[in-house]
């Protein structure tokens, strides 16, 4: 249960940097966008594979 928790965390803080990079692409912030990018990339691929791990297991 603990670990959906985290999953929903993660995927929300993924949703968050998503939507940091449609801002920083307004903004033409190159390195903010990569950043924010790469979080978005990172924190999307742990939340669902920690759902899925936790939907199967």
Do not use: P
């Not at 968050?16 to 990569?34: E, G, P, T, W």
């Amino acid at each position: 249960m603990a670990h959906i928790v985290l999953g929903i965390l993660f995927l929300f803080v993924a949703l968050l940097a998503v939507v940091s990079v449609i801002r920083q692409l307004k903004y033409k912030n190159i390195l903010a966008l990569l950043f924010s990018a790469l979080a978005a990339i990172v924190f999307g691929f742990f939340s669902v594979a920690t759902i899925i791990s936790e939907i199967i297991g």
